[in-house]
């Protein structure tokens, strides 16, 4: 698959491709994005929305943690 860089667009065909290759990091993302559109309605102050973003990325980094260990091994 192309890589996707931060200073040139990307196609966004590949990047739906890899996020589907890999669901537990499309679900990160996809809580991400709901943290951000406040879907559920719930966040009103900083702190709260603060510590729902560490536990997003805590556990984004397992997961890439993780797949990347799969694949070296």
Same mark, same amino acid.
């Given at each position: 698959?192309? #890589?996707?860089?931060?200073?040139?667009?990307?196609?966004?065909?590949?990047? =739906? !491709?890899?996020?589907? !290759?890999?669901?537990?990091?499309?679900? #990160? =993302?996809? /809580?991400?994005?709901?943290? =951000?559109?406040? !879907?559920?309605?719930?966040?009103?102050? !900083?702190?709260?929305? /603060?510590?729902?973003?560490?536990?997003?990325?805590?556990?984004?980094?397992?997961?890439?943690?993780?797949?990347?260990?799969?694949? =070296?091994?």
């Amino acid at each position: 698959m192309p #890589k996707i860089s931060h200073i040139e667009p990307c196609d966004s065909r590949d990047l =739906v !491709a890899r996020l589907e !290759a890999n669901p537990k990091i499309l679900a #990160k =993302v996809l /809580e991400m994005l709901e943290l =951000v559109e406040n !879907a559920e309605g719930d966040l009103r102050r !900083a702190d709260e929305a /603060e510590r729902r973003v560490i536990e997003i990325l805590r556990g984004t980094g397992q997961e890439i943690l993780t797949g990347w260990a799969e694949q =070296v091994a």
